[in-house]
């Protein structure tokens, strides 16, 4: 088992199709990737914009989808914010959100890039995991 990592998924557009106000309809493999990670002992953070009824309702969704969450647009359960002397940033290893630099690449990669740690680089205009990058074969005397 993962020891306590904590991951922040948004809801519009990562967890669901964009439909805010409304719940859009569930991204293929989001429900059973986040079920997965929790199996193997992530903690997942709800990061959202939502709040008030909106919230209660993409959270209510969720819950009727299988998943309850360890924190909800905190960075644990009961956090009380204090913006004097707190900063809002989340606390969290791991952020999955559909406005990342190079767009929301699925729930299946999203998987393989935390099971299998996988990092990323800029290459020209593309942002390329390490995992799907050419090997440049080396020159040299002996290969």
């Known amino acids: 088992m993962v020891s306590n990592k904590k991951i922040a998924v948004d809801f519009d557009g ?35 914009y939502r709040h008030g009824k909106t919230l209660d309702e993409a959270v209510e969704f969720c819950r009727k989808n299988g998943i309850e969450f360890y924190a909800i647009n905190s960075s644990f359960e009961g956090e009380v914010f204090d913006s004097e002397t707190q900063s809002r940033k989340l606390d969290a290893d791991w952020f999955i959100d559909d406005r990342n630099i190079g767009g929301f690449p699925g729930w299946g990669e999203i998987y393989n890039i935390i099971n299998e740690r996988i990092e990323f680089r800029v290459d020209g205009k593309e942002v390329l995991a390490y995992s799907k990058l050419k090997k440049e074969k080396k020159k040299g005397l002996f290969w």
Request: aromatic share 14%.
């Open 14 to 48: 990562t967890i669901v199709d964009d439909a805010y106000p409304g719940i859009g309809k569930a991204k293929i493999f989001a429900f059973e990737t986040l079920k997965k990670l929790q199996s193997q002992g992530y903690r997942l953070i709800l990061w959202t």
